[in-house]
Antibody, heavy 120, light 106 residues
């Protein structure tokens, strides 16, 4: 059974960085990718990017280019998202998901979410 | 890149068919996925590659995609189907979500 467990809630000051983890279990980590999506309070889903767990190749949404880094650690089956230069607009729930590709790609399992609050 | 347009809300009576649409220019040329999200919960995949259901998703959920519109249909809608539904297009390097539709079962 696929299980993605994310790190706990974070409170950060403007200008700081945040690093969220996503530990996978129940499948072969390097066979799939990991996507990251966020959801601001009362808003819809916003795709941030994804990373191939095997090769480490990344694809980031244009909105985050330059301040977003996604990595994976295959020894511990863990993916990480680091977002820098935080502003209040980054206050959101952040979700990781397992990416399946077959012709195109989709996310078939999700973590429980990590709440990130940016406040002075 | 695509901008996926969804109606903000749809209402349906229990037992009736709900039709949720997602529109963009030439959307039928890419695959569309659909996600259900209930308040305070993570999204759940209900349809991928336009019309495929993951294991565990009831048969009352079906999808189609042609021309400029993808459609998620829920036949025999139940109260437990209430929630927000998001379409997503994933085309090589471009990934985008629609704004979401709030489904209310009255």
């Amino acid at each position: 059974q696929v299980h993605l467990v994310q790190s706990g809630a974070e409170v950060k000051q403007p200008g700081a960085s945040v690093k969220v983890s996503c530990k996978a279990s129940g499948y072969t980590f390097t066979t799939y990718g990991i996507s990251w999506v966020r959801q601001a309070p009362g808003q819809g889903l916003e795709w941030m990017g994804w990373i191939s767990a095997k090769k480490g190749d990344t694809n980031y949404a244009q909105n985050f280019q330059g301040r977003l880094t996604m990595t994976t650690e295959t020894a511990t089956n863990t993916a990480y998202l680091e977002l820098r230069s935080l502003t209040s607009d980054d206050t959101a729930m952040y979700y990781c998901g397992r990416v399946v590709c077959g012709g195109n790609c989709w996310t078939d399992s999700w973590g429980q979410g990590t709440r990130v609050t940016v406040t002075s | 890149s695509y901008e996926l347009i969804q109606a903000p809300s749809v209402s349906v009576s229990p037992g009736q068919t709900a039709s949720l649409t997602c529109s963009a220019d030439k959307l039928g040329s890419v695959y569309v996925s659909w996600y259900q999200q209930k308040p305070g919960q993570s999204p759940v995949l209900v349809i991928f590659q336009d019309n495929k259901r993951p294991s565990g998703i009831p048969e009352r959920f079906s999808g189609s995609n042609s021309g400029n519109t993808a459609t998620l249909m829920i036949t025999g809608t139940q109260a437990i189907d209430e929630g927000d539904y998001y379409c997503q297009a994933w085309d090589s390097s471009t990934v985008v979500f629609g704004g979401g539709t709030k489904l209310t079962v009255l």
